[in-house]
């Protein structure tokens, strides 16, 4: 068997496309700058003594952003580019969900700091909210995200593929 027919066999039993190298290639640059800034974010506000509503606020978005671009974004690449499931049924019951409460809390808390800052234009001679009752509202995100996506991990199957 000569070089080219070895060639010609790889291409055929792995086939990459344009798009897949294309959107792995999106999806690495996305994992490095997201996880990168989302921990430069989180660095510096936590370094902070004291925090505003807003800054409780961007800092549970960046933790947020951090998960998905640290954890979720490279189990996706993984899936694409073995056109499977490769980590088994608990991984697939965690993953998915797991990326599903990640763009709840994301959009929970959006509509928060929305809601906080209407508070705040509407009414500037109230006083803020404390910083206990952002908390407090930032752990309800996250157990609201988790209880709207336990369904889903009840009901989620790993389907395994022989080959």
Request: aromatic share 8%.
């Amino acid at each position: 068997m000569n070089s080219n027919e070895t060639t010609s066999n790889l291409t055929e039993a792995l086939p990459i496309e344009t798009l897949t190298i294309v959107q792995v290639t999106c999806y690495a640059v996305i994992t490095i700058v997201g996880t990168v800034a989302n921990l430069i974010l989180c660095g510096a506000l936590l370094r902070k003594k004291q925090r505003n509503s807003s800054e409780y606020f961007i800092l549970n978005l960046a933790i947020t952003d951090l998960i998905t671009c640290a954890v979720g974004i490279p189990l996706d690449m993984a899936d694409i580019l073995t056109q499977n499931w490769p980590f088994g049924a608990f991984m697939c019951k965690v993953v998915y969900p797991l990326q599903t409460a990640l763009t709840a809390v994301s959009v929970t808390t959006l509509t928060c700091m929305a809601i906080e800052r209407y508070r705040a234009i509407i009414t500037p001679f109230k006083p803020k909210m404390a910083g206990r009752f952002i908390k407090m509202s930032i752990c309800a995100v996250w157990c609201l995200s988790v209880l709207l996506v336990s369904p889903y991990i009840a009901v989620l199957t790993h389907k395994h593929e022989e080959t």
